[in-house]
């Protein structure tokens, strides 16, 4: 049981640093640091768009429009930490012996 905590665990980081590397890369092609008419990054924003868009689109639908920013993400990263410490304490408390 601990094993399979500790692989939803790993699962919650890989998200967490798809979503960290988007947010890099959106502002990185938001300030034109980089380009988007390189075939790389543009592939790249794709890909992680397509990945994160389930994501963000349940809770888009219970945020309120704020304009130009989006909390998604935010909201995201929030619920991921919340996730991951609430792994954490389960597998404590099933390598202990403590009560749940």
């Given at each position: ?8 665990q ?31 990054v ?54 202990y012996?403590?009560?749940?």
């Amino acid at each position: 049981m601990i094993t399979l905590i500790q692989i939803l665990q790993v699962l919650v980081h890989i998200v967490w640093w798809i979503l960290i590397i988007q947010f890099i890369l959106s502002v990185l092609i938001a300030f034109n640091v980089v380009n988007t008419h390189n075939d790389f990054v543009r592939s790249l924003d794709n890909g992680l768009t397509r990945v994160t868009e389930p994501l963000y689109r349940p809770i888009r639908r219970f945020m309120p429009n704020t304009g130009a920013i989006d909390f998604s993400p935010l909201v995201v990263v929030v619920i991921l930490i919340i996730l991951d410490l609430v792994l954490g304490n389960v597998a404590a408390n099933l390598r202990y012996g403590t009560p749940l």
